[in-house]
């Protein structure tokens, strides 16, 4: 059974950082896509970056310049790290896994961790 599981989201202050962690398991991903996306109350999911099997990275303009998208391939585990966030940013972010590309999700979701930036 393919499980994703995110941590470390939580509630930060204008202008802090957060590092988010996947951890994957029943399955290997070092084939595919892995990326993390965002979900605002009563919108879509949106994308917010994504690492290719060959460690290409892509952003969502809105988050360019401050997060950085990583991954360890041999522990299955995919990292965002967030700088200078915003009250914008606040949202339910969601591991996702198993895409060929870049632009769509794959077959895999996390439960999502809740980011909340207030003061």
């Known amino acids: 059974q393919v499980q994703l599981v995110e941590s470390g989201g939580g509630l930060v202050q204008p202008g802090g950082s957060l590092r988010l962690s996947c951890a994957a398991s029943?399955?290997?991903?070092?084939?595919?896509?892995m990326a993390w996306y965002r979900q605002f109350p009563g919108k879509q999911r949106e994308l917010v970056a994504a690492i290719t099997s060959r460690g290409s990275t892509s952003y969502a303009d809105s988050v360019k310049g401050r997060c950085t998208i990583s991954r360890d391939i041999a522990k299955n585990l995919v990292y965002l790290q967030m700088n200078s966030l915003k009250p914008e940013d606040t949202a339910v972010y969601y591991c996702?896994?198993?895409?060929?590309?870049?632009?769509?999700?794959?077959?895999?979701w996390g439960q999502g961790t809740q980011v909340t930036v207030s003061s």
């Open positions: 996702n896994a198993g895409a060929t590309g870049v632009g769509f999700p794959g077959d895999y």
């Open positions: 029943g399955r290997f991903f070092s084939p595919y896509t």
